[in-house]
């Protein structure tokens, strides 16, 4: 049989997963009685709640006498590493791009690896069926960031294929009258420019791309095998990354065909595959035979921008809602997800009970975070900061490209706001009542942006961001809230009596009936200071008939906390307490009157 391999790359949310479950569809890679979900490919519960891929995966799929090896990768830039490393296991990509977006922020980044990694593109214009589709406008947004990228003349002549991944259709014609109800368009241009594998049979050379991690059989390594075949109970050699050697043996050896990862006993150059065995087998080494030693250049992973400490919870409710509570629980646990991913960097704080996790983004933290959560585990984090480098004694920070699109009467508000977060505006362009900027903006300058952004274009406003380069810290004072907080003072469960008079300082984030404690951030203040307030206060019980004795209490609904929004809005005197049902805010110090002297003791030193 055949082979062709190929990723999937494109912007979040232009259809790149819904793209790969039709071509499972359609080439008959299930029976015609199996279900199957919706965004097959993103198995994990994250992934399929937030509707996006977090983690690269490959699929295998038979058409006609060809096997076509898919890789489909995340389009958030958190997770960008793992599409950097995949453009070494293909020949080929499919770039899909929205027929009403057009290009975006991370469609430049995944365009620019690909282009670097010299493999050949096809287009992909998905959701053609829009009723504001731009087909045309989009086709030569997409030539000209070939040219702006520099492209040369091989990959600047693409073919195009239009289609509606939705609905399971596509045509190589722009006129979406010609639509059909099939993907052999695609299939057909697939086989037809993505080139067939280099025929080699020598030597064994496969390179390790991408990890998984499996409780039976440890570390897993995935890649292609560049040359040469491999057999189950091979005895191998492994060229690790500090240049030294390692012997193993290949414990199993795994293919992929439709949604299974199945165990396989031998491949050959070409195949995509994973093998288990090195127990410590890391991205970018390679795995030749034993008499032959042939390593290929080891892969860039890109470093983290992002870091936050991770501790273990000392609330007053620490214990009451997870299972793993301890250093040692926590400690292996971050470990073991550095064994799969290796944009995540993790140390240990001396001999404190807490650890500094460096990541790519808050998304990339806040899914771990997530994970940990639902796991059972308890823990405290702080507020994301960024990573500064110091090169010849100047320090540099990370910078962001932002893609926003707004309606036209919020945009001066977001101007206003990016200005103030030292961003630098690059181009802004209006169509249909909306209006798209592009920013150069700090890093620092985007924590807790989101949250402004949504309350300030209504709901309305799009936003896209991604690293883009480090570049000198300029002295702008940004990332921390400027609003108050109401703070518990006291421990115990919350009345509505109390909550109904504390309504005229702020809005409220707990209900009636909920256990709080001394420090715990209960609201967000009218005013630019933090105010003690007791919210556990009971009305006192009189013989005294009243008038208004049968009157409830109506309150106005308290604002709901998410993971994201929490990280968005704490200031680095403030903590994060996780366990599996609750997201509480919190103080450093917990106590009211202590606190109060460390503020007071701090403003007299900035004076």
């Not at 282009?115 to 069926?129: F, G, M, Q, R, S």
């Amino acid at each position: 049989m055949k082979t062709r391999n190929i990723a999937i790359i494109a912007h979040v949310d232009h259809g790149k997963t819904t793209l790969v479950d039709q071509l499972l569809r359609k080439s008959g890679a299930f029976r015609d009685n199996t279900e199957i979900a919706e965004r097959a490919m993103d198995s994990n519960d994250i992934e399929r709640e937030r509707g996006i891929t977090i983690l690269a995966k490959a699929t295998g799929i038979d058409y006609k006498d060809y096997r076509i090896n898919i890789l489909d990768t995340p389009g958030h830039a958190d997770f960008g590493g793992e599409v950097e490393r995949i453009m070494h296991m293909v020949d080929g990509v499919l770039l899909v791009v929205d027929a009403y977006e057009g290009t975006m922020p991370q469609t430049r980044f995944v365009l620019k690896k690909a282009l670097e990694a010299k493999i050949t593109p096809i287009l992909v214009v998905n959701k053609v069926d829009r009723p504001n589709a731009r087909i045309s406008e989009v086709v030569d947004e997409v030539l000209e960031l070939f040219i702006e990228l520099g492209a040369d003349d091989s990959q600047l002549d693409f073919p195009i294929v239009y289609a509606s991944a939705l609905k399971g259709t596509s045509s190589l014609d722009p006129d979406t009258s010609t639509q059909q109800d099939t993907m052999d368009p695609l299939f057909e241009t697939i086989i037809k420019y993505i080139p067939a594998p280099k025929d080699d049979d020598s030597h064994l050379q496969m390179q390790v791309a991408l990890l998984d991690y499996n409780e039976y059989v440890g570390r897993i390594g995935i890649g292609r095998i560049t040359k040469g075949h491999l057999k189950v109970n091979d005895m191998v050699k492994c060229c690790r990354a500090d240049g030294t050697f390692k012997d193993f043996r290949i414990q199993k050896l795994f293919g992929y065909y439709g949604l299974k990862r199945i165990e396989i006993e031998e491949a050959k150059y070409g195949d995509i595959v994973a093998i288990a065995g090195l127990p410590d087998i890391m991205v970018g080494e390679t795995i030749c035979n034993m008499d032959v030693t042939d390593p290929l250049p080891l892969l860039h992973i890109d470093e983290p921008t992002l870091q936050m400490t991770f501790a273990v919870n000392n609330s007053p409710f620490a214990g009451k809602e997870g299972k793993f509570l301890t250093v040692r629980k926590i400690e292996d646990r971050l470990y073991k997800e550095t064994q799969k991913d290796v944009s995540l960097k993790v140390k240990r704080m001396g001999t404190e009970e807490s650890f500094i996790v460096s990541g790519r983004g808050e998304l990339h933290l806040s899914i771990l975070i997530e994970n940990m959560r639902r796991e059972g585990y308890e823990l405290q984090v702080s507020k994301p900061e960024i990573i500064v480098k110091e090169i010849d004694g100047v320090k540099y920070e990370p910078y962001e490209e932002v893609m926003i699109e707004t309606p036209e009467d919020t945009v001066g508000n977001v101007i206003e706001a990016l200005g103030s977060r030292g961003g630098i505006m690059d181009t802004m362009n209006n169509f249909h009542n909306q209006v798209r900027l592009r920013y150069l903006v700090p890093s620092r300058g985007m924590i807790g942006f989101m949250t402004d952004f949504l309350t300030m274009t209504r709901g309305y406003g799009i936003i896209n961001h991604t690293f883009f380069e480090y570049r000198k810290m300029e002295s702008i004072s940004v990332g921390e809230r400027k609003e108050g907080v109401l703070v518990a003072s006291e421990t115990g469960k919350t009345t509505a009596y109390s909550l109904g008079g504390l309504e005229d300082r702020g809005i409220m984030f707990v209900e009636p009936g909920v256990d709080v404690y001394e420090g715990m951030i209960v609201g967000e203040a009218n005013k630019g200071l933090d105010l003690a307030v007791n919210v556990v206060k009971a009305k006192q019980q009189t013989n005294t008939r009243s008038a208004t004795k049968d009157n409830t209490v109506v309150l106005k609904r308290p604002r709901l906390i998410t993971l994201e929004y929490a990280l968005d809005y704490i200031n680095s005197d403030e903590l994060l307490e996780v366990t599996p049902r609750s997201i509480r805010m919190r103080k450093r110090i917990l106590n009211t009157v202590e606190r109060k002297k460390f503020d007071a003791h701090k403003l007299d030193n900035e004076e």
